[in-house]
């Protein structure tokens, strides 16, 4: 079955650029109804929605860190990325990639999103 | 953003005990309503979306309800394996926005 790797420094320093990617194994990044996305989650607190990336590119982000946030994604290494730059302590936290499968309902237009695959998850800290 | 709010944000309970626990969201989303299990340490688990589809793998012990901005996560018969943190998700719009967690503990 599809499983996903993420892997990232560690540490960052303020004002630098995180970057993280994820490795997806047991099946094609481009294969599917599926989005690839980011959640992070700081220690002790809820769960944030980052954005995703389609195979072919295509990106949605939230609107809160849009300014902050590129994904993209390598077909041909079957993996997508994240950077996030201008980082503060706040983006201290535990980042998960997951799979989004899409159900779709042609006769209403309607598409329903659910995370049904995540990484382990990476510990990303923010420090001089 | 949508909110999402739970309620209760923790409780206790015994081994074999019925549990409900609910999400509320600030607007309709119909019936755009993802369930996950999270324990210390691991990733959030898919166990339902659109409100009340089961996923594969998971437990018939679990079964969500509910549509408009009112949901429902009831556990039929708690096993040891069920202490964890439940967190509803509104997929309704964009960005998908997660509820703060219900912590289910041992009684």
């Known amino acids: 079955q599809v499983q996903l790797q993420e892997s990232g420094p560690g540490l960052v320093k303020p004002s630098q650029t995180l970057s993280l990617t994820c490795i997806v194994s047991?099946?094609?990044?481009?294969?599917?109804?599926?989005?690839w996305s980011w959640i992070r989650q700081p220690a002790g607190k809820g769960l944030e929605w980052i954005g995703r990336?389609?195979?072919?590119?295509?990106?949605t982000y939230n609107p809160s860190l849009k300014s902050r946030v590129t994904m993209s994604v390598d077909t041909s290494r079957n993996q997508f990325s994240l950077r996030l730059s201008s980082v503060t302590a706040a983006d201290t936290a535990v980042y998960y990639c997951a799979r989004e499968s899409v159900v779709v309902v042609a006769s209403i237009r309607l598409y329903y999103y659910y995370m049904d695959v995540w990484g382990r998850g990476t510990t990303e800290t923010v420090s001089s | 953003d949508i909110q999402m709010t739970q309620s209760p944000s923790s409780l206790s309970a015994s081994v074999g005990a019925r549990v409900t626990i609910s999400c509320r969201a600030s607007q309709s989303i119909r019936n755009f309503l993802n369930w996950y299990q999270q324990k210390p340490g691991k990733a959030p688990k898919l166990l339902i979306y659109t409100a009340s589809t089961l996923q594969s793998g998971v437990p018939s012990r679990f079964s969500g309800g509910g549509s408009g901005t009112d949901f429902t996560l009831t556990i039929s018969s708690l096993q040891a394996g069920d202490f964890a943190t439940y967190y509803c998700?509104?997929?309704?719009?964009?960005?998908?926005?997660f509820g703060q967690g219900t912590k289910v503990e041992i009684k």
């Open positions: 047991g099946g094609s990044i481009s294969s599917g109804s599926y989005y």
């Open positions: 990336v389609y195979s072919s590119g295509s990106t």
């Open positions: 998700q509104q997929s309704y719009s964009t960005p998908p926005t």
